[in-house]
């Protein structure tokens, strides 16, 4: 029989670890988000790699770009998105 303090401490850790994982989640969609847009910077004006090198990346950036379509829509209300990213 586990003790209760044992008990405690690997729920305790079970929580931390997802929350760790939601962190690193939250920072993979954001640098996806900032490599579609290097990449395809182009389309709306900022500085980018040349465009035939884009074209060649574009059929390898479905996941990218559907980020960056989710962010795009998400954009209305970026503090409250950082907000319940860190439960304030």
Known sequence: ???PLRLVARLF????RQRAVGYIQAER???ENVFALLVLGSFV???SPPTPL?????????RELAVMKARAQEMDD????IAALFDL
């Not at 850790?13 to 931390?16: G, L, Q």
């Open 1 to 3: 029989m586990k003790s």
């Open 13 to 16: 850790a079970d929580w931390m």
């Open 29 to 31: 969609r954001e640098l």
């Open 45 to 47: 004006g900022l500085p």
């Open 54 to 62: 884009a074209l060649r990346l574009l059929p390898e950036m479905g």
């Open 78 to 81: 970026v503090y409250a998105e």
